[in-house]
């Protein structure tokens, strides 16, 4: 199972959305990601239902493989710059998001500090990342996942260039 993360030698990202435009705002994130890495893979956007915190609206979700030169640490630095760029701002966690990027994995890297955890801490509890990440890898199987009380709807592929 890839809760191991051993010989998953990729880096992940998941980007949401769940105010304003949200198609738009992830678009946007996209087109500003690729000025900084190459963007392998995209998953089909996904629409969900909030966790923990719902009174809030549905976010739309995916997941990218990127090709990226830095370190983990400079590419935090670069989402941040990126979530700031598009008018993210600091709010409550699980609290609505103009735009949400995580690092789900780097490589077969693992970091544990303030600033950083990778792979991320709850990638396998999270429907929106797992099911996209069973699209594009065959290796990752759903069904070893107990999701099925997480909703989500597969809406379409995605276009930002």
């Given amino acids: 199972m890839l809760q191991q993360v051993k010989n ?4 992940i990202l998941s ?7 949200r198609l738009k705002n992830i678009e946007s994130s996209l087109k500003q990601l690729s000025k900084i890495c190459e963007i392998k ?5 996904y629409d969900s239902a ?3 915190y719902e009174d809030q609206g549905n976010f739309f979700n ?11 640490n400079d590419l935090l ?5 990126i979530e700031k760029l598009m008018g993210r701002k600091k709010t409550f966690r699980y609290g609505p998001r103009l735009i949400d990027i995580d690092i789900i994995f780097f490589n077969n890297i693992e970091i544990k500090d303030e600033e950083l955890i990778i792979p991320h801490y709850d990638w396998m509890n999270r429907r929106f990342v797992v099911e996209p990440l069973s699209e ?3 290796d990752i199987n759903l069904s070893e996942y107990n999701l099925s009380d997480q909703k989500l709807v597969k809406l379409a592929n995605i276009n930002y260039k």
């Fill in 8 to 11: 998953f030698n990729r880096i």
């Fill in 15 to 21: 980007i949401g959305s769940n105010v304003g435009d």
């Fill in 41 to 45: 893979k995209i998953s089909s956007i």
């Fill in 62 to 72: 995916l997941i990218i493989e990127i090709d990226y030169k830095n370190t983990p």
């Fill in 136 to 138: 594009l890898f065959q």
């Fill in 50 to 52: 909030p966790r923990i």
């Fill in 77 to 81: 630095i670069d989402i941040k710059k």
